[in-house]
């Protein structure tokens, strides 16, 4: 479950399955040890891409990411028996309870910092997470685009080959969303040099092409569907 919900970068892979089937499962926090429940699913199809490259699903209900009931805390990955103990202590100081008042994605983003996971796929996938699910937040906040930025530009350096594309041209569209469009214009031609390899990148960069002279067309949102 939690590896569906923030791990991994291979973000632009067709995903085949069927239609979702939901199932409860039941989860031990790490902290305190506490048990709580959440909405699994059985099955996953990936049906499509919104603008954003976010997957339209056959499970949109998952718990995305799940969250201890009593502190807050959210399970955005497995954690080792020494990283238990820090955060044990953690949860109780004051700056975890600053923390605690953020945002989902952007909590589990401080909880990583903290832990020393800055500029790791880790880190990556939580603030692609929050761009995804909590966009206008992201895109109309200088502060956060630029934490999205910083995280971003590690995974550029990390990504090869037409993984590379996609991931510039996300980012790209990302920054033309939050009217920052010299900056997207470097990722949007990185991501241009890798189109023969894909025809699907292809066509979202004709499509993100199409946007650019008028981002508030509704087909240009970031929640726009995207349809090759």
């Known amino acids: 479950m939690l590896g569906r ?10 995903s085949i399955g069927f239609a979702g089937t939901p199932i409860e499962e039941t989860l ?3 902290i305190g040890g506490e048990t709580f429940a959440i909405v699994g699913t059985a099955s996953c199809t990936t049906l499509g891409r919104y603008m954003s490259f976010r997957p339209q ?6 718990t995305r990411l799940p969250v201890c009931p009593s502190n807050d805390f959210p399970m955005y990955q497995p954690f ?22 953020l ?11 903290h832990m020393g996971q800055s500029g790791d796929p880790v880190t990556f996938s939580l603030m692609l ?3 995804w699910f909590t966009t206008e937040d992201v895109i109309s906040n200088d502060a956060q685009m630029d934490v999205f930025m910083a995280e971003a530009e590690q995974e550029m350096a990390r990504a090869v080959g037409p993984d590379r594309g996609f991931l510039a041209a996300i980012i790209g569209f990302a920054l033309l969303s939050a009217d920052r469009e010299a900056q997207a214009a470097p990722y949007l031609e990185t991501a241009a040099s890798h189109r023969e390899a894909s025809e699907y990148l292809d066509a979202y960069l004709t499509a993100i092409d199409a946007c650019r002279a008028d981002m508030s067309a509704p087909n240009c949102a970031m929640s726009a569907p995207f349809s090759p």
């Open 103 to 113: 945002s989902l994605w952007l909590r589990a983003y401080a909880i990583a910092q």
């Open 129 to 131: 997470n929050a761009l």
């Open 28 to 30: 031990t926090c790490p």
């Open 5 to 14: 919900v923030v791990g991994g970068c291979a973000i632009w892979a067709a």
């Open 80 to 101: 080792s028996p020494d990283q238990i103990t820090a955060l044990t202590v953690f949860v109780e100081t004051d700056e975890y309870q600053e923390i605690r008042q």
């Open 57 to 62: 699903t056959t499970c949109e209900f998952v």
